[in-house]
């Protein structure tokens, strides 16, 4: 892209709001196969900051680079949206997930996502909180006992 093409203002994006990212994120997860983030990149801002509980990736780039990995690492993903609630710039989403990695078996994996958007209604910030050891521990009978017993006695 040429520099007058990357200075030139972007056109404003439908604002998200509930329906909206029921609507895209239905499309990403879907039950034929695997992720396909294409529809949804033009709603990430070049410098989206995208934070989970086990990486931060920084830019557009690298977060598309990182939602390939995944494609590449697992033969589907399906996405169950919960519940939303949304306000001035920022919604916040519950979920429900079922990964299907390559020699592993279904894993579930229940967790919430927090973005905030620029003003032209591009996401600058994504956070998805889940509990990955829970969900790794749940796949091994010998240590799932043992992990949800260790939890419950030190941790409620």
């Known amino acids: 892209m040429d520099a007058a093409a990357e200075n030139r203002p972007r ?32 709603y990430y801002h ?8 086990i990486q931060r990736v920084e830019g557009k780039k690298e977060f598309m680079a990182m939602c390939s990995r995944l494609a590449q690492r697992c033969e589907k993903i399906n996405m169950e949206i919960l519940g939303i609630v949304e306000g ?10 079922a990964i299907s990695y390559k020699r592993w078996p279904n894993t579930a994996l229940n ?13 600058n910030t994504q956070r998805d909180y889940f509990d990955l050891w829970g969900t790794i521990l749940n796949g091994i009978p010998l240590l799932r006992k043992s992990y949800w017993n260790f939890m419950h006695r030190y941790f409620g």
């Open 46 to 53: 070049d410098d989206i900051i995208f934070e989970d509980s």
């Open 111 to 123: 967790g919430c996502t927090y973005i905030t958007m620029a003003d032209d209604n591009r996401i």
């Open 88 to 97: 001035d710039h920022q919604i916040f989403f519950q979920w429900r997930m």
């Open 11 to 42: 056109p404003m994006l439908e604002a998200l709001n509930s329906e909206r990212i029921r609507d895209l994120w239905s499309k990403t997860y879907n039950t034929e196969g695997k992720p396909d983030w294409s529809h949804i990149f033009p």
